[in-house]
């Protein structure tokens, strides 16, 4: 059976377990827009919700796809990391603080190495 790259999303409310933000997700939204932290849910394919883990998930590290912003977490509890993309609400002075902390990664249009989930 061939993979699918993503479910369909579904509205989700959580609460943030970095800094207790409430998040009313719009399907998409998998991290608090306030501390950029998430929380590990997916296992296999993004909107999954299989994970035992249920760690959260720092972020890490952001690279640049296109235009577009990229945000690389590592759960706290498993290390498995993920990369999502960043949303409109996101706090973009946390995006430009963590692309300080190291280089930016273009990335090109190859498969991410095997430890790195793309959400």
Avoid at 84 to 100: A, T
Wanted: with cysteine; net charge positive.
């Amino acid at each position: 059976m061939k993979r699918k790259n993503f479910l369909v999303p579904k509205k989700e409310v959580f609460t943030c377990l970095n800094c207790g933000n409430k998040i009313e997700g719009g399907g998409y939204i998998s991290h608090c827009p306030k501390c950029l932290w998430s929380k590990h849910v997916d296992q296999d394919v993004p909107g999954d919700r299989q994970s035992d883990c249920q760690g959260a998930m720092k972020p890490i590290e952001v690279t640049k796809k296109g235009k577009e912003w990229r945000i690389i977490h590592r759960c706290q509890k498993c290390n498995k990391k993920t990369i999502v993309y960043s949303h409109p609400k996101d706090d973009f002075d946390l995006i430009i603080n963590l692309s300080n902390q190291g280089t930016i990664k273009q990335e090109k249009n190859k498969k991410r190495k095997k430890n790195l989930t793309s959400f």
